[in-house]
């Protein structure tokens, strides 16, 4: 079956983008990338046909996709378009979120044919899934994608794809967070990267300093994206939060989990 290839990914500290990108590589088909990483990005209906083939990747929040995606994918639907699931997790685990995005996506027309778990170093701290996707991940991910590409020579009629089946339970992980927002240190130069680069345009574009808690999804990537490291959590319950991952996980390996 000759496709179009989609890449669909939301990630705000890369990892995600480095996995979908990975396994699309291995596809090899015409590539086609939609980061819907910005709020700018995400405005459009996306509606997909069956000569497309779409990655989704979603990094893990709190063992389930990020709530405000659930909403978003409203926007976005298929018609009989086969699909493969990526989540990424920052290698304490991914509980049922690679199940719900399955779910979320059969429910509006897209056919899975293939899901993926993967580690991405942790949006938190470097010492968890440090430096992650490594060589080896994206090796994985590439092989994973020339096996997907395989398995999508021998379909020659929907009659012959099987459901499915990916780890995860149903009712999902109940969602958890703490309701914290970075803080910004005297080293902010105001040169505006943070709110430029803001998924949720939480960060207030005139003082670089105010974030709205209620759009805040704390994904790191306006402390990542700082050129001078203004920004931080600095709430106590939250730091020890980091510093039990760091305790729990940081000296594990998890390794990719592939379904297909
Ligand atoms: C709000 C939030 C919740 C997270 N929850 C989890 C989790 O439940 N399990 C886990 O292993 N990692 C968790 N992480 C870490 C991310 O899943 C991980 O770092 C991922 O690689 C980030 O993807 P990105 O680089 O595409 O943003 C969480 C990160 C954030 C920001």
Redesign the pocket.
């Given at each position: 079956m000759e496709k179009q290839l989609n890449l669909l990914y939301?990630?705000?500290?890369?990892?995600?983008?480095k996995i979908v990108q990975a396994v699309g590589s291995g596809i090899g088909e015409n590539v086609s990338a939609i980061d819907l990483t910005l709020q700018k990005d995400r405005q459009k209906d996306l509606v997909f046909g069956c000569n497309d083939l779409v990655i989704v990747g979603v990094?893990?929040?709190?063992?389930r996709v990020?709530e405000f995606l659930i909403d978003y994918f409203e926007k976005v639907k298929g018609d009989h378009t086969l699909a493969i699931f990526i989540v990424?997790?920052?290698?304490?685990?991914?509980?049922d979120a690679l199940l719900e995005l399955k779910d979320t996506f059969e429910k509006k027309g897209f056919i899975g044919i293939a899901g993926g778990a993967f580690?991405?170093?942790?949006?938190?701290t470097t010492k968890v899934?440090t430096g992650r996707p490594d060589l080896e991940d994206l090796t994985v991910a590439r092989n994973f994608g020339r096996d997907i590409q395989a398995k999508l020579k021998g379909i020659h009629d929907y009659a012959q794809i099987k459901t499915l089946h990916v780890k995860g339970n149903f009712p999902y992980k109940e969602r958890m967070?703490i309701r914290v927002v970075p803080v910004t240190n005297d080293a902010c130069i105001e040169c505006g990267v943070c709110a430029e680069h803001c998924p949720m345009y939480a960060i207030d574009s005139s003082s670089f300093r105010d974030i709205d808690a209620d759009l805040c999804?704390?994904?790191?990537?306006c402390i990542k994206r700082c050129p001078v490291s203004a920004k931080s959590y600095s709430d106590e319950k939250f730091n020890k939060m980091i510093q039990s991952l760091i305790d729990n996980v940081s000296t594990v390996r998890n390794e990719p989990e592939l379904f297909i």
């Open positions: 939301f990630s705000p500290t890369d990892t995600t983008a990094p893990v929040y709190s063992g990020p990424v997790y920052g290698n304490r685990g991914y509980n580690i991405g170093e942790h949006s938190y899934g967070g999804l704390k994904c790191s990537r």
